[in-house]
């Protein structure tokens, strides 16, 4: 009982940051956004923005998205284990066609975060859409900015 209540006693705050991934894919890189609502011991929104590089300097215009629930769990104080689930998409604009596609995702993260200050994200997410076989695994890390801690009656 205890365990529980420090999960849920700090109050929430968010974490948003860049993030440089790297695909199941060889020699890909994507860069994006993500972000996560940090509450411990409570599921808050998690999501993700991104585009693939190597796209960008082919003339087409990708966008991944993700987006859905975390449950962070505290593994000391500023540090979290942050499993996640949701809905992915993937939208290519490519030589006056526009492609897309709807998936769902699984991942886990960690999170190292100072309050109102600088902290680092690391994280695999596996995405997984009908057209694509097996699925696709993303690894990202990346520098986030966390919000100061709002106040406990603000949970």
């Known amino acids: 009982a205890l365990a529980g209540q420090q999960l849920s006693s700090a109050a929430p705050q968010w974490a948003v940051g860049g993030a ?3 695909p199941g894919a060889i020699g890909l890189v994507t860069v994006g956004v993500t972000g996560t ?3 411990p011991g409570r ?3 998690d999501f993700a923005a991104g585009t693939l590089v190597q796209a960008l300097m082919n003339g ?5 998205l993700r987006a859905g629930g975390a449950l962070p769990v505290t593994i000391s104080e500023n540090t979290y284990l942050v499993p996640s689930a949701g809905v992915s998409a993937v939208m290519v604009y490519n030589e ?6 709807v998936g769902l995702n699984t ?3 960690v999170l190292f975060l100072t309050p109102g200050s600088y902290g680092f994200r690391v994280g695999l997410t596996r995405h997984a859409f009908p057209k694509v076989r097996g699925g696709l695994m993303l690894f990202e890390m990346g520098v986030v900015k966390s919000g100061p801690r709002a106040p406990a009656d603000r949970r």
Do not use: M
């Open 20 to 22: 440089v991934g790297v």
């Open 37 to 39: 609502r940090v509450a």
């Open 43 to 45: 599921i808050g929104f």
């Open 60 to 64: 087409r215009l990708p966008l991944g």
């Open 96 to 101: 006056s066609r526009f492609d897309s596609s």
């Open 107 to 109: 991942g886990l993260a």
